[in-house]
């Protein structure tokens, strides 16, 4: 049967030069010197930040529409898919118009695992995942953030479907035409 | 005949005398001192158990540079270190060695929970796994994440820092083991 390949040989003995160690310690000191005169990769962080790209997922947060509604209409999807079950939510019903919102809407920060599946499920696109990555905490309860704390890290994001605007114009339209008889314009 | 000086002359010049002397003499406490000393040469005990630990490892490399914290010397003996980073899932099997190595170092001592597994289990509900390492160790800085950036693991060092400043002004180095109580279970 052929050997495949060929097995490494040790070295020889060093020769004369090899032995003053003066080779090996210019080899090292070009090493050091190459490394002084080299661009400096260290990013000094607190002053220097690094540039997120646009799909960066950091900490999640709730956003209002144009019309600082509340977008979000409670219906526990986000808290279903939330594998770790970082989002505790109770329902409530609102005067503002059609549906139901959020009475308690609670995401642990320290079970939450930035993976996206909240914004990707939300149907009305009322939580996000923020570019926020520096947030620290002294105690679990501090890392529970309540609503208010998740929308002021939200802010604003215009909602082009004004759906909740339709939604209470066609309400009006039916309590308005009840009496001439009319259905509800689509 | 006009032997006394003006007062206010007086007061101006004193005030100039000991603002020269501000410039070379800074006056401070023992123990701000101390935990001067202290936070710019926190000692970690890299306790890395899973995928955080390799933000750990990043915060440390060049790129991120710890080192410009005092915070490099990375000490695998848990009798060196001082600041004990849980970085990673915590299990029921691994928890005794947790605990025991916390209780080798000696005091003072900071502990940052790093991830969202160490800080809650993070997406590990389940039986073998400790839901929090403050379960079993007092806990100081928690950082969420999964993992959390090197960047906020700095923030979390610097947060450290801050604490051991703080409880030096309030007198206590740190606080002592009996009052220490890990938190309780829950979330």
């Known amino acids: 049967m052929p050997v495949v390949g060929r097995p490494v040989q040790r070295p020889g003995r060093p020769g ?14 070009w090493i050091t010197l190459r490394h002084m005169i080299r661009p400096k990769v260290t990013m000094r962080y607190p002053e220097e930040t690094w540039r997120l790209p646009e799909n960066y997922r950091g900490l999640p947060a709730l956003v209002r529409d144009e019309e600082s509604r509340v977008k979000c209409v409670a219906c526990f999807l986000c808290e279903y898919v939330c594998p770790p079950k970082a989002i505790h939510i109770e329902a409530q019903e609102i005067t503002t118009g059609v549906e139901k919102g959020p009475r308690i809407f609670d995401i642990n920060m320290l079970r939450c695992i930035m993976c996206g599946y909240c914004e990707e499920v939300c149907p009305e ?5 923020t570019k926020e990555y520096k947030t620290v905490g002294l105690s679990r309860e501090q ?8 929308l002021a890290m939200g802010g604003t994001r215009p909602d082009p479907i004004k759906k909740w605007a339709r939604l209470t114009r066609a309400q009006e339209e039916v309590r308005g035409s009840a009496g001439a008889g009319q259905g509800a314009p689509r | 005949m006009m032997e006394t000086p003006a007062p206010p002359r007086g007061d101006h ?4 005398e000991r603002h020269a002397l501000d410039q070379w003499v800074m006056t401070t406490r023992l123990a701000d001192y101390v935990a001067w000393g202290r936070k710019n040469s926190l000692w970690p005990m890299p306790m890395g158990l899973a995928c955080c630990a390799i933000e750990l490892m990043a915060m440390v490399a060049p790129r991120y540079d710890v080192a410009r914290f005092g915070a490099e010397a990375l000490r695998f003996s848990p009798r060196q270190a001082d600041l004990m980073i849980v970085a990673g899932t915590v299990t029921k099997k691994m928890a005794p060695a947790v605990k025991r190595i916390f209780d080798q170092m ?8 790093m991830g969202a597994c160490a800080s809650s289990g993070g997406m590990f509900r389940s039986y073998p796994v400790v839901q929090g390492v403050d379960e079993i160790i007092p806990v100081d800085v928690y950082i969420p994440g999964c993992p959390p950036r090197p960047e906020a693991l700095i923030e ?11 409880r030096a002004r309030a007198g206590r180095g740190t606080d002592p083991p009996g009052r220490r109580t890990p938190a309780s279970a829950g979330t």
């Open chain 1, 16 to 29: 004369l030069l090899e032995k003053t160690y003066i080779p090996s310690i210019l080899k090292g000191m």
């Open chain 2, 156 to 166: 979390g060092i610097m947060q450290v820092q801050r604490l051991v400043q703080e």
């Open chain 2, 106 to 113: 000696p005091e003072p001592k900071w502990v940052i929970s």
């Open chain 1, 125 to 129: 696109q009322a939580i996000f995942l």
């Open chain 2, 13 to 16: 010049a004193q005030m100039e």
């Open chain 1, 143 to 150: 890392m529970i953030f309540p609503k208010d704390k998740l």
